[in-house]
Nanobody, 119 residues
Framework: QVQLVESGGGLVQPGGSLRLSCAAS????????MGWYRQPPGKEREWVAT???????NYPGSVKGRFTVSRDNAKNTVYLQMNSLKPEETAVYYC?????????????WGQGTQVTVSS
């Protein structure tokens, strides 16, 4: 069973930066893609960033240019660098990973880490 463990959340002031980490229990090359979602209080979960097995990255317009997803293959870890944070980006941030084994697609989620943007 794939396990994803996030860390790095906390309280940050508006305009500040934070880096989240997601450690996977197996090689990140076993995943077709990894990424991040967030769920603000009282709202639906929304996509934040994706990094594919080949290293391509994608972001929604709301975070493009401020957030960067990257990975450390040796540590089986994916990161989310968040800059110029806004109060409305307060949310629980979730790491996610997808596998495709013998045609069966599965998606896994971490437990989430709280990010609070407030002065």
């Amino acid at each position: 069973q794939v396990q994803l463990v996030e860390s790095g959340g906390g309280l940050v002031q508006p305009g500040g930066s934070l880096r989240l980490s997601c450690a996977a229990s197996e090689s990140i090359f076993s995943f077709t893609d990894m990424g991040w979602y967030r769920q603000p209080p009282g709202k639906e979960r929304e996509w934040v960033a994706t990094i594919t097995r080949t290293g391509n990255t994608n972001y929604p317009g709301s975070v493009k240019g401020r957030f960067t997803v990257s990975r450390d293959n040796a540590k089986n870890t994916v990161y989310l660098q968040m800059n110029s944070l806004k109060p409305e980006e307060t949310a629980v941030y979730y790491c996610t990973a997808q596998t495709n084994k013998w045609g069966r697609i599965s998606r896994y989620w971490g437990q989430g880490t709280q990010v609070t943007v407030s002065s």
